[in-house]
């Protein structure tokens, strides 16, 4: 398998969504957005890096 990496810019704070949390974190069908782009990811990618920064410890404990 060829070596892939991907990046997941994942540090929105979604101003526009007046929410509280990272929109990274609201759920669409029962998961979150970013549950959502791991698991396409994981099918393409040897090792994923996320870039997070609002609210990043959040971001990271739901990883």
């Given at each position: 398998m060829t070596d892939?990496?991907?990046i997941?810019?994942?540090a929105g704070k979604?101003?526009?969504m007046y929410s509280n949390i990272p929109k990274v974190l609201h759920?669409?069908?029962d998961k979150t957005l970013l549950?959502?782009?791991l698991n396409k990811a994981h099918k393409v990618?040897?090792?994923i890096h996320v870039v997070y920064g609002f609210k990043g410890e959040q971001v990271k404990s739901s990883i």
């Open positions: 892939i990496q991907g997941i810019l994942a979604g101003t526009r759920t669409v069908s549950e959502h782009v990618c040897n090792k």
